[in-house]
């Protein structure tokens, strides 16, 4: 049976940890699929890589607003998947290659399961470790819906794992669900060319943002894609044609049906933690399947540790990199425990409308009784705006009229997942709004006057909110 000092289950931020700094320690990496995680497999590395080409495609409606005529006489998509995965292939490939050729540290490309807290099997084989750290990530949600694991409908209901690597742009794709990735994934497509249809049993695309974001975003989105709001899935079959079609009900009990070509399932992830056997380490798992850690991204497991996806609800790249940081210095220096900071934990959807947040939204203030100044920025109101003709792009902030600091930023338009910085800047160096106002911020110069006016506009809201 094969010992190690340290065993880090999964290739993604995990990865990371295995340094220079553990060279004298016998190691081993555990991942059953693509080296280098989800981020840079089917996660935001080639998505991101999808949207610029369907930003391209997607100007000539901005452009004729100034008085510019482009035209769009479509994309290639297999060149662009090629482009995309010809390049991440080879990084994933040679991630792999560089970990098997270290002396100290051993690759392992099965699927782990604990056998007890030092010991677990990979693949028919039994290996224990003196330190072990939880870095397994997540994987798509598939509900509990008939047709959607149907293995006839193999190729042609897909998510987000899967559906970059389509052979063909599809003429019709309906998307499951309202999200991140349903966002992300409408823009990429519809921009592309293909006729998408988003159907989302809330009410708003992007619920979990500042309502007022939500909603503007759903209204611009529907503008581009067929949205079908608060209809729930019934399942996923087949017509008498033999093609797919998805079949929902609404609130009143009325049917509804949707002919496909290629069905996208994006009803979120869930933490891969349920594949590992943790009850036989006696690791302890929350309701949502997270495991449970504490500000040093220790288990309750002495010896055992957990970052990104399957103990963190952000499901965040950026956050699984810094809790990555933290266990790397905990492993190294186990007298002087660095601690997680998750107070500023922003986020960006990079749809068309951009969305960048950081921080509560006004709902969240709402229902936890606080305190709070509220002000709304529109795009349209700066020099900026009037040069882009825009249209419903706006910063809103929210602040403590105590403290004079920001509670929550969030933003909707070109340039928002740049434009955050200036708000994520002010709120973790702990400047009052004020301060910030009166900052210097070396980001999208011509746009940063319109943070700007929403901090100014904060500041003499919360004169009067007492």
């Known amino acids: 049976?094969?010992?190690?000092?340290?065993?880090?289950?999964?290739?993604?931020?995990?990865?990371?940890?295995?340094?220079?700094d553990f060279a004298d320690r016998r190691a081993a990496i555990i991942d059953s699929g693509a080296f280098g995680g989800t981020c840079l497999n089917v996660g935001c590395i080639p998505t991101k890589m999808f949207v610029l080409p369907a930003d391209f495609a997607s100007s000539p409606s901005e452009a004729v607003r100034v008085g510019v005529d482009l035209q769009f006489r479509g994309a290639s998509f297999a060149s662009i998947r090629d482009r995309i995965f010809g390049r991440i292939d080879s990084i994933s490939k040679a991630g792999l290659s560089y970990r098997q050729g270290l002396d100290n540290i051993d690759v392992y490309t099965g699927e782990a399961a604990f056998i007890d807290a030092h010991t677990l099997e990979v693949g028919g084989r039994c290996i224990t470790a003196d330190q072990i750290v939880l870095a397994a990530g997540s994987r798509p949600r598939v509900p509990d819906v008939p047709g959607l694991d149907d293995p006839s409908m193999a190729g042609l209901i897909h998510t987000s794992d899967t559906i970059m690597r389509l052979a063909e742009l599809p003429q019709r794709l309906v998307i499951l669900g309202g999200g991140l990735i349903a966002a992300e994934f409408a823009h990429i497509f519809s921009g592309l060319g293909s006729q998408v249809t988003v159907i989302n049993r809330s009410g708003r695309m992007l619920r979990h943002e500042d309502r007022d974001i939500s909603q503007r975003f759903t209204e611009q989105m529907g503008r581009r894609v067929r949205?079908?709001?608060?209809?729930?899935?019934?399942?996923?079959?087949?017509?008498?044609?033999?093609h797919l079609v998805v079949l929902t009900v609404d609130g009143d009990g009325v049917d509804y049906d949707y002919p496909a070509d290629v069905v996208l399932n994006a009803a979120g992830r869930v933490s891969n933690g349920d594949r590992l056997n943790l009850p036989a380490a006696g690791v302890d798992v929350d309701d949502d399947g997270f495991v449970v850690v504490d500000k040093h991204q220790r288990t309750n497991v002495e010896h055992i540790w957990a970052l990104g996806d399957v103990c963190s609800p952000w499901e965040l790249k950026h956050v699984a990199n810094h809790e990555a940081r933290v266990v790397r210095h905990n492993l190294l220096h186990p007298d002087d425990l660095a601690s997680s900071d998750h107070r500023f934990v922003p986020h960006a959807v990079f749809s068309n409308p951009q969305v960048a947040s950081v921080g509560a939204t006004e709902q969240e203030l709402l229902q936890s009784d606080t305190?709070?100044?509220?002000?709304?920025?529109?795009?349209?109101?700066?020099?900026?705006?009037?040069?882009m003709e825009d249209e419903g792009h706006c910063v809103k902030l929210l602040g403590d009229p105590q403290t004079r600091t920001l509670l929550g930023a969030h933003i909707i338009g070109p340039q928002a997942s740049t434009l955050i910085q200036t708000c994520i800047q002010g709120m973790s160096v702990g400047q009052t709004v004020d301060e910030m106002a009166r900052g210097q911020y070396w980001i999208h110069p011509a746009l940063s006057e319109v943070v700007e006016s929403a901090l100014l506009g904060l500041g003499k809201e919360m004169d009067t909110t007492r």
């Open 1 to 20: 049976m094969e010992h190690y000092d340290i065993v880090v289950i999964g290739s993604g931020s995990g990865n990371t940890i295995l340094d220079e």
């Open 227 to 242: 949205l079908r709001m608060a209809e729930g899935l019934v399942g996923v079959d087949r017509d008498p044609g033999g």
């Open 371 to 387: 305190l709070y100044a509220a002000y709304l920025q529109e795009y349209a109101d700066v020099a900026y705006g009037w040069a």
